[in-house]
């Protein structure tokens, strides 16, 4: 991981940065210096190691030839997601974003059959991606699957929505929901909103799990300009605070 934070910050010669030792850490049997080389992947931001995570996210056979091994383990996997947040949390170009985004969607598309850290993982990274919101309007992406804000916000308010999922893992989807929810236009947030109140309103039923992760989850929505989504938030957040 020190190899990979160098090499975000400084230019590394080629063949010396982690891209280049990857293959050898991530064969070679030992758990820890696999799981260390991924998240070191995604530290360095080199664009070269997005198609590593990403196979390795996607249990792909690229990934699996690299590891040497029949299937990519959920930890593996789940700490690709992670790699891939880091990867692109400071702005990468267009189609770097959208391929990590794309990926990550489709693993959280795969159900609620997987792997429990991997799903955690997958929807707490997608929540991280800063896709463009473009409204209602329709924006053609030459031929390749569009991709925006309000697609996060859809697959991260059906993943919540998914009774067939853990309901820890329903209310841990409350925080990435809201952290896209505060980057939408107001008349895109306004149904991840509802979704966030819901688990604090007076006669819900929701677990205490639920209710609190709602509550962070307000925090990061309301921003404190006196409009009508602060407005919503902090009645809920008194409403929550005062229940007993």
Known sequence: RALGRIESDWD??????????????????????????????????????????????????????????????????????????????DGVDDGTEKRVAGALLDTLRDGHAAPYDLQLATALALGSIPLDDHGDGTIEDEGAVHLCLKMQLGALTEFVRDERRHPWLRAHGLIPLARVAARARPETRDAALERLIEPLELNSKASPEAQQSAAIALGLVADCDADAVDAKALDALFRGATRG
């Open 12 to 89: 590394v010669p080629e063949g010396m940065g982690v891209a280049g030792t990857a293959q050898a850490l991530l064969s070679d049997g030992h758990q820890g210096s696999a799981e260390a080389t991924i998240v070191a992947l995604g530290v360095s931001k080199d664009p070269a190691a997005t198609g590593t995570l990403i196979a390795l996210l996607t249990d792909g056979m690229a990934a699996r030839s690299m590891c040497k091994v029949d299937s990519i383990d959920s930890r593996r996997r789940s700490l690709a997601a992670y790699a891939l947040a880091l990867a692109v949390r």
